[in-house]
Structures are given as C-alpha cells and as structure tokens.
C-alpha cells in the first residue's frame, strides 16, 4: 500500500508556471506507474499525465503536450509535474495516483491509491 500527498498547487496568471510534487510513503515506490488526473468544477475526472515505473515511458494528454512534464525521482519516493505556459482551462484540482503494473493506463478509474488533491487555478 502507498500513500500519496501532493503540494504545489496555486494561482498563477495565464503564461505562468507551476511546479506539482507527490510524495509517496510506504513501500515499494518504484512497483508503482503514477499518473496525474485533473478534475475541474462539474466534470470528470481527465488523464493529464501519466509515468512508467522507470520513468523510461511517458505519456500525456494532447493538450497538455509541450507544456506539461512528468518525471520521478524513485530515491525520493515521489513524482512531479511541471506545468509550463499555463491557460486558464488548466484550472483544476489536480491529483496523482497509483497503481502497481507494468501496463500503462490512462484511465482513472484503474487507479488503486490516491492523493488529497492540490488546486491550480489559472487567472486570465
């Protein structure tokens, strides 16, 4: 089992940047892909990026693409999204999420852990 606490989160004005963490507690971080979702007032829950264990796959949403990287640092325990020339329809709360695979998913409802949330909210 893992558990999943995100921070960085803000306001920030359209063109601005922001840096997500998610830390991770218990064991075996590395048996895990971890993914970032996003959930805006009113709608579902949307894939926004997601990692391989190694951190040797990647894949995103296309509309965050060229903007948004994920990465991981494995000794750290914990996963990153820098989020980069942000628009206001980034605004959401944004969560990272857990699952103990080889195979990618960039479904949420295939996500086994979860964290709190952190809202992004973007200004025009």
């Known amino acids: 089992q893992v558990q999943l606490v995100e921070s960085g989160g803000g306001l920030v004005q359209t063109g601005g940047s922001l840096r997500l963490s998610c830390a991770a507690t218990?064991?075996?971080?590395?048996?895990?892909?971890m993914g970032w979702f996003r959930q805006a007032p009113g709608k579902e829950r949307e894939f926004v990026a997601v990692?391989?264990?190694?951190?040797?796959?990647?894949s995103y949403k296309d509309s965050v693409k060229g903007r948004f990287t994920i990465s991981r640092d494995n000794a750290k325990n914990t996963v990153y999204l820098q989020m980069n020339s942000l628009k206001p329809e980034d605004t959401a709360v944004y969560y990272c999420?857990?699952?103990?695979?080889?195979?990618?998913?960039?479904?949420?409802?295939?996500?086994?852990?979860w964290g709190q949330g952190t809202q992004v909210t973007v200004s025009s």
């Open positions: 990692i391989s264990r190694t951190g040797g796959s990647i």
């Open positions: 999420a857990a699952k103990p695979t080889l195979s990618f998913t960039t479904y949420y409802r295939e996500y086994d852990y």
């Open positions: 218990g064991r075996s971080f590395n048996s895990y892909i």
